[in-house]
C-alpha cells in the first residue's frame, strides 16, 4: 500500500476507532455515522400499502463493518438506499454525522451521494466499450478529491488488468473493478448490496477480501447485504433482518478473514 496515498486520505481524518489485536474495534460512541430512529418505507401499490420498513432504528458507527443479513423482501436494499440517499422514508429519520438527511432536496442528496457514498451492487453495470481504468475515471470527473484510477484498481488488485475491458475480465474481476469505482471519490461510506451474489465461493472470497481491506486501511463505514449466512463472520456487528424489522443485533467478538469463511 501506497503510504502517502494512505496519509492523504482525507476520510482517515478525524477517526476516533483504533483496532485490537482480536480484530475488533473500540467504539467511540460520539462517532456516528448513521443514526437511525423509526425509520418506516410504505410503498403503494394501487389500493394496497405494501410496508417495507416498520419503524427500523440503527446506529452505524465510523470504521466499522457491518452485514445485514435477512430473506428476500425483509427490508435490506430499502434502508440501504434510504442510507445512501437513493430514496426517502416515509417516517422516522436518518441523521449523517449529525445532519438530518429528512427532506433534504434531490439536489443535497445529490450532493450528499457524490461527495460521502460509494455503491456497490450484485451487478458490476460497468462500461462495455470503456476499458478497467476508463470505468473508474469516470467517477473521478464529480469527485472533490478522487484518488487516481490506478491507485483505486491497486487497492483491489488489480494493477496488471487496467487497459482491460470487462468482456475480458471475469465476474470477480469485474466486481472488484466496480469496488474501485465506488472507493474512487474516498467516500467516507460504502454500502454494497449482495456484491457476492452472482459469484462463486473462490471469487466472491476475493471480492469480501478487497471490501474488508479497504474498510481497514482506510477506516470506511462499510454495509454488506448479502443471503449469505456465513459471510456474517467477517462483520463487526450484523443486523438480522425480519419482515421489514430488525429481529436482533450480534457483535462479532472473534471476527474471521474472508478466506476462512465456511462459504
Not at 423509526?38 to 427500523?56: C, E, N, P, Q
Not at 433534504?104 to 450484485?122: C, D, N
Not at 465476474?171 to 465506488?182: H, L, S
Not at 472507493?183 to 466472491?204: M, Y
Request: hydrophobic share 40%; with cysteine.
Amino acid at each position: 500500500m501506497n503510504a502517502g496515498l494512505i496519509q492523504s486520505n482525507s476520510f482517515l481524518a478525524g477517526q476516533r476507532y483504533c483496532t485490537m489485536a482480536c480484530g475488533q474495534f473500540a467504539k467511540d460512541w460520539m462517532d456516528k455515522a448513521f443514526d437511525v430512529k423509526g425509520v418506516t418505507k410504505i410503498y403503494r401499490t394501487g389500493d394496497v400499502d405494501v410496508h417495507a420498513l416498520r419503524g427500523v432504528d440503527m446506529t452505524l458507527y465510523g470504521g466499522e463493518l457491518s452485514v445485514l443479513l435477512g430473506p428476500s423482501g425483509s427490508g435490506k436494499s430499502t434502508l440501504l438506499n434510504i442510507l445512501g440517499g437513493l430514496d426517502g422514508a416515509t417516517a422516522g429519520t436518518v441523521e449523517f454525522r449529525g445532519r438530518d438527511m429528512t427532506g433534504l432536496s434531490e439536489g443535497a442528496l445529490t450532493k450528499f451521494r457524490r461527495q460521502h457514498v460509494g455503491f456497490v451492487f450484485q451487478f458490476y453495470n460497468l462500461m462495455p466499450s470503456l476499458t478497467a481504468r476508463e470505468n473508474v475515471a469516470i467517477v473521478t470527473e464529480i469527485a472533490d478529491d478522487p484518488m487516481r484510477p490506478e491507485d483505486a484498481l491497486d487497492l483491489v488488485g488489480l494493477s496488471d488488468r487496467l487497459d482491460h475491458f470487462p468482456a475480458q475480465l471475469s465476474g470477480g474481476e469485474q466486481q472488484r473493478v466496480a469496488i474501485a469505482r465506488a472507493i474512487v471519490k474516498r467516500p467516507g461510506v460504502l454500502l454494497c448490496d449482495e456484491p457476492t451474489g452472482a459469484l462463486d465461493s473462490k471469487t466472491g472470497i476475493r471480492v469480501l477480501e478487497a471490501l474488508t481491506s479497504i474498510n481497514e486501511e482506510f477506516r470506511t463505514t462499510t454495509a454488506v447485504i448479502t443471503h449469505n449466512a456465513a459471510i456474517r463472520e467477517i462483520a463487526h456487528r450484523v443486523f438480522y433482518f425480519v419482515d421489514g424489522r430488525i429481529s436482533q443485533m450480534v457483535e462479532n467478538e472473534h471476527r474471521v478473514r474472508p478466506d476462512e469463511v465456511s462459504w
